[in-house]
């Protein structure tokens, strides 16, 4: 059997583990962040966009991940409280992973494989690198670091239509 994104859990920023099937029906877009990056405001658009769509059954979640540029150095909650004071975000906010290397979450494991990059490369290359899983729990696209979350939004609204 394929293994699909309701298999997962993970670790929030409090420690508490949440199962991915908890967001079974839900159209879930899964960015890995940082707080020190030159992309970290896309966390402004991923949150109007949750704002905007989850009510119509969007969910966003935040992975913070220290493997480019030590862009995110800080603790689950100092990064927790940089996204609460400069973007004011209410979707919900993971621990610290690694999505390239041998420590790579299982989750993004299964996303790269599911959704390769440029040539098929399964290796994340820079943060803010978005996913997009359908209400199936499968993986619709795989969204490069400089995809504005605005420019996601018709793909979003096609999926929540389905």
């Not at 420690?15 to 908890?22: I, N, Q, T």
């Not at 493997?67 to 909650?77: A, H, I, W, Y």
């Not at 040539?119 to 899983?133: E, R, V, Y």
């Amino acid at each position: 059997m394929m293994s699909n994104f309701y298999q997962f859990d993970a670790t929030d920023f409090k420690g508490d583990k949440v199962e991915m099937s908890s967001f079974q029906g839900k159209v879930v877009l899964v960015v890995n962040t940082a707080s020190a990056c030159g992309f970290t405001p896309q966390y402004e658009g991923l949150q109007k966009l949750y704002s905007q769509y989850q009510d119509q059954g969007l969910a966003v979640l935040a992975f913070p991940c220290n493997q480019f540029g030590k862009q995110e150095k800080g603790s689950n909650e100092e990064i927790k409280s940089f996204c609460d004071l400069n973007f004011n975000i209410s979707f919900p906010l993971f621990a610290k992973i690694d999505v390239n290397g041998d420590n790579t979450h299982p989750l993004f494991k299964h996303l790269k494989a599911e959704a390769p990059g440029i040539l098929g490369t399964q290796k994340i290359k820079w943060n803010f690198t978005k996913f997009l899983i359908g209400k199936n729990g499968n993986v619709v696209k795989r969204y490069a670091p400089t995809t504005k979350p605005q420019d996601i939004e018709a793909d979003i609204k096609a999926e929540l239509a389905k």
